[in-house]
């Protein structure tokens, strides 16, 4: 094998060979495809809601920890 088609192999298929794979498979096989493809959009959307309410949370943290700080700096204050 030359140098090009191991590079190939390591690559994988184009874009072009899985559509063209994909519309000559059966329709079952494309029904399948379609599902997976609607089961990845769906996990997608979950993933992007749990990085926003992660933010929120880390957000939230942060917001507690500075006022943490405010109320030791106040007892501090109040101690001196």
Excluded at 17 to 27: C, M, N
Excluded at 30 to 41: G, H, R, S, Y
């Amino acid at each position: 094998m030359d140098r090009q088609g191991d590079l190939q192999d390591l690559q994988g298929p184009t874009v072009a060979q899985i559509l063209a794979a994909i519309e000559a498979s059966s329709p079952a096989v494309q029904v399948k495809i379609e599902a997976i493809a609607l089961d990845v959009n769906l996990l997608r959307s979950d993933v992007c809601k749990v990085l926003k309410r992660s933010v929120a949370i880390e957000r939230h943290v942060s917001d507690l920890h500075e006022e943490m700080r405010t109320l030791k700096a106040t007892v501090v204050a109040i101690e001196t």
